[in-house]
């Protein structure tokens, strides 16, 4: 939760080729404390059956920047090993996943709660701030 000194994250991933929430995909959130400083990782989570990161670690004071990075491909390669399974007549070029990770980086202020939905289908993806 939110105090006056820091800010908080949360995010879930939409599968728009499906129309289903992103189960397993792994999210790792890093933090720095201004444009010219590092990077710190502090952690991950992978989402739930409902496309949900529900703990991800907190930010410490003094955060700036976040980044989200979205481990994609293994989610993909899974989805596309169960498609073929299903309908091996279907079975594409083998071309492999597009977008393998999706770094996200945003900035925040302390006291904001930041939620940051992806939307990703194979060849292409869409974040917003959500509520």
């Known amino acids: ?3 006056s000194a820091t800010a ?3 995010t879930h991933i939409l599968d728009t080729s499906a129309g289903r929430p992103a189960e397993g995909v792994a999210v790792q959130l890093s933090a720095r404390s201004g444009r010219a400083a590092d990077w710190r990782a502090l ?3 992978a989402t739930d059956g409902d496309g949900r990161c529900k703990d991800l670690p907190a930010l410490p004071g003094g955060t700036t920047h976040v980044r989200l990075d979205f481990a994609v491909e293994p989610y993909f390669e899974k989805k596309q090993a169960d498609a073929q399974q299903d309908a ?5 070029s083998g071309a492999g996943v597009f977008f393998p990770e999706v770094a996200i980086t945003f900035a925040v202020v302390p006291g ?6 992806l939307l990703l289908n194979p060849f292409g993806y869409s ?3 959500g509520s």
């Not at 904001?112 to 939905?117: A, G, L, Q, S």
Request: glycine share 8%; aromatic share 8%.
């Open 88 to 92: 091996p007549a279907n079975r594409d």
């Open 1 to 3: 939760m939110s105090t």
């Open 43 to 45: 952690g991950g989570s």
């Open 8 to 10: 908080s994250v949360s």
């Open 127 to 129: 974040v917003y701030r």
């Open 112 to 117: 904001e709660h930041y939620h940051v939905p």
